[in-house]
Nanobody, 115 residues
């Protein structure tokens, strides 16, 4: 079973940037649909950014133009570059892949944006 590990979260001031990484135990980031989700306290988990076929991307309305999803050439790491961060972006961020009909999630990484 493929395993995913997120990293790169932390505390940042509003207006700052962070880059999250999602490292897989196998080379899966290419044709495999992959996404970043987030969940804030008391709220439902929401899709932030998605990628399929390594190049086609989509973004949630609240992050469009500020966040960018990408992957490395080797296909083992997926990134989420987050710019112009706002306090409303505070959440636990998860990466997810859909592999052979099953969703595989990482354990999450906390992002906290202060005023």
């Amino acid at each position: 079973q493929v395993q995913l590990v997120e990293s790169g979260g932390g505390l940042v001031q509003a207006g700052g940037s962070l880059r999250l990484s999602c490292t897989a135990s196998d080379r899966i980031f290419g044709a495999t649909p992959a996404s970043w989700y987030r969940q804030a306290p008391g709220k439902q988990r929401e899709m932030v950014a998605g990628m399929i076929n390594g190049g086609n991307t989509k973004y949630g309305d609240s992050v469009e133009g500020r966040f960018r999803i990408s992957r490395d050439y080797a296909g083992k790491t997926m990134y989420l570059q987050m710019n112009s961060l706002e306090p409303e972006d505070t959440a636990v961020y998860y990466c997810k892949v859909r592999l052979r009909g099953a969703d595989i999630w990482g354990q999450g990484t906390q992002v906290t944006v202060s005023l």
